[in-house]
């Protein structure tokens, strides 16, 4: 049988790990330079940390664990015939692998209330796991990078979220833009149009405009039973066009019947107004079809998407005000955002955006012909890594053809050949695999040239 991954996984070599790593320390040094300190949580929660937090789509994406020993014995027959999923489910698993970082975040806070000092800002850099249908950008195992501020109500943590963002993807030079919305302003919408209680359909799909389109979002609403009327008062609404200003005050406008409605526009026009004192690189963009179908959202909603390329979002969050309630510990209040680093990976590949000296992790390979070669190049190599140079010796003295095609294959940018000659000078013949220059050097010229 042909090895293989499973499907929606995927493997990635050492030059692979140097790129996704590249990542994953810029997104880390910013999320340090805002004050965010790191945590980490088990791959596996219970599933009753996690049923019932992602709505009813969520918890069917979700991958169960079968209970160690024998999960089958204490089932009765008769339950086996009836094929209840869902009730042998229960029966069967109590563990899951986690679906994201924010609810096993959630589960953080409330068990370690009492040694958490308020406002809590945290991040995570961990992978999560969804039962998804693979696709270009969607897998079922991939990393998620998250900063969560709990503890909180202030509406400057989502500036600095959005902050955070320009930064990063400054950092990696992706030309992004950053798309805000407001729970509360969507729930306004959905009483305006006489539809209070289908809040939860109505966002999960309006969220798909972008993929599908208006019409097949109209037949949607119409099948979750959303009368004909209220969807044609919803058009014009999603359809509002102008600047961040004009839609908020046209949105003033509209809701102006609706208290929570009028909250949300509020709350996105605090939001805009100190985000035009913050000299972003990103355009930021007022989008009222956006809702990340998640039922814990409870305020201001972000996603980003990548300009140049072809791709879902790359990074997405929010405000949820109860989120911990679930796990009782009310009125607990926090924003958080998420960076799709498979996503951000896939990108920057495609735009091939990767500093060429991240790319190339080892600097220096040593070329030696004999044992006696080999011998004089180890306390040179000690010499390159205590100057944090990444360096490394072929292991063996062989061909120099063999030991050169090596430094190729790994993309050494260069090579420290010793042979009677270098030893008899003290030296050794740097050169550059590039160019294919090469000089006679000592080792505190070859240190100089690499740092």
């Given at each position: 049988?042909k090895?293989?991954?499973?499907?929606?996984?995927?493997?990635?070599s050492?030059?692979?790990?140097v790129?996704?790593?590249?990542?994953?320390?810029?997104?880390?040094?910013?999320?340090y330079?805002y004050?965010?300190?790191?945590?980490e949580?088990?791959?596996?929660?219970?599933?009753?940390?996690?049923?019932?937090?992602y709505?009813?789509e969520g918890?069917?994406?979700?991958?169960?664990?079968?209970?160690s020993?024998?999960?089958?014995?204490?089932?009765?027959?008769?339950?086996?015939?009836?094929?209840d999923s869902?009730?042998?489910?229960?029966?069967?698993?109590?563990?899951?692998?986690?679906?994201?970082l924010?609810v096993?975040?959630?589960?953080?806070?409330?068990?370690?209330?009492?040694?958490?000092?308020?406002?809590f800002?945290?991040?995570?850099?961990q992978?999560?796991?969804?039962?998804?249908r693979?696709?270009?950008?969607r897998?079922?195992?991939?990393?998620?990078?998250?900063?969560?501020?709990v503890?909180?109500?202030?509406?400057?943590?989502e500036?600095?979220?959005?902050?955070?963002?320009?930064t990063v993807?400054?950092k990696?030079?992706?030309?992004v833009?950053?798309k805000l919305?407001?729970?509360?302003l969507?729930?306004?919408?959905?009483?305006?149009?006489?539809?209070?209680?289908?809040?939860i359909?109505?966002?999960?799909a309006?969220d798909?405009?972008?993929?599908?389109?208006m019409?097949?979002?109209?037949?949607?609403?119409?099948e979750?039973?959303?009368?004909?009327a209220?969807?044609?008062?919803l058009?014009?609404?999603?359809?509002?066009?102008?600047?961040?200003d004009?839609?908020?005050?046209?949105?003033?406008?509209?809701l102006a019947?609706?208290?929570?409605?009028l909250?949300?526009?509020?709350?996105?026009?605090t939001v805009?107004?100190?985000?035009?004192k913050?000299?972003?690189?990103?355009?930021?963009?007022?989008d009222?079809?956006?809702?990340?179908g998640?039922?814990?959202?409870?305020?201001?909603?972000?996603?980003?998407?990548a300009l140049?390329?072809?791709?879902?979002?790359?990074?997405g969050?929010?405000?949820?005000?109860?989120l911990?309630g679930?796990?009782?510990?009310?009125?607990?209040?926090?924003?958080?955002?998420?960076?799709?680093?498979?996503?951000?990976?896939?990108?920057?590949?495609q735009l091939?955006?990767y500093?060429?000296?991240?790319?190339?992790a080892t600097?220096?390979?040593?070329v030696?012909?004999d044992?006696?070669a080999?011998?004089?190049?180890?306390?040179?190599?000690?010499?390159?890594?205590?100057?944090?140079?990444?360096?490394?010796?072929?292991?063996e003295?062989?061909?120099?053809?063999k030991?050169?095609?090596?430094a190729?294959?790994?993309?050494?940018?260069y090579?420290a050949?010793?042979?009677?000659?270098?030893?008899?000078?003290?030296?050794?013949?740097?050169?550059n695999?590039?160019?294919?220059?090469?000089?006679?050097?000592?080792?505190?010229?070859?240190?100089q040239l690499?740092?």
């Open positions: 049988m090895p293989s991954t499973p499907k929606g996984t995927r493997d990635f050492p030059m692979e790990m790129k996704r790593n590249y990542i994953f320390d810029t997104i880390r040094s910013v999320f330079l004050g965010f300190k790191q945590i949580t088990p791959a596996i929660e219970n599933l009753t940390t996690l049923m019932g937090k709505g009813e918890d069917k994406l979700l991958f169960k664990i079968l209970n020993g024998d999960f089958a014995g204490n089932v009765p027959d008769d339950e086996w015939m009836q094929k869902l009730k042998l489910t229960n029966k069967i698993s109590e563990k899951g692998l986690r679906y994201d924010t096993p975040f959630a589960r953080f806070v409330v068990q370690y209330r009492n040694q958490i000092t308020f406002p800002k945290r991040f995570q850099i992978p999560v796991w969804r039962a998804d693979p696709q270009k950008g897998y079922r195992e991939f990393y998620q990078c998250d900063a969560d501020v503890g909180s109500d202030s509406l400057l943590n500036v600095e979220l959005i902050e955070i963002i320009d993807f400054r990696l030079r992706v030309n833009l950053i919305n407001n729970r509360k969507l729930t306004g919408i959905a009483e305006l149009i006489g539809e209070a209680d289908k809040i359909d109505i966002t999960v309006i798909k405009m972008d993929k599908i389109g019409e097949a979002v109209n037949a949607e609403l119409l979750k039973g959303i009368s004909a209220a969807i044609e008062k058009r014009p609404i999603l359809e509002l066009s102008g600047d961040n004009a839609k908020i005050t046209q949105l003033k406008t509209i019947t609706s208290e929570i409605g909250l949300g526009v509020q709350e996105l026009e805009l107004n100190f985000l035009k913050s000299e972003l690189t990103a355009e930021v963009e007022l009222l079809t956006l809702a990340r998640l039922n814990y959202y409870t305020g201001t909603i972000i996603e980003v998407k140049d390329v072809e791709i879902g979002s790359i990074t969050g929010g405000r949820y005000d109860n911990t679930v796990f009782g510990m009310p009125n607990v209040s926090g924003v958080g955002i998420s960076f799709g680093a498979d996503r951000i990976y896939d990108v920057l590949n091939d955006l500093p060429k000296e991240t790319v190339n600097k220096l390979l040593f030696s012909f044992t006696a080999l011998e004089f190049c180890l306390p040179l190599l000690r010499r390159l890594r205590a100057e944090g140079i990444a360096a490394e010796i072929y292991p003295p062989t061909k120099m053809k030991q050169l095609s090596y190729d294959a790994n993309a050494i940018p090579v050949i010793v042979g009677d000659t270098e030893m008899a000078a003290g030296k050794v013949m740097f050169k695999m590039q160019t294919g220059e090469q000089n006679l050097s000592d080792i505190e010229q070859v240190v690499l740092k």
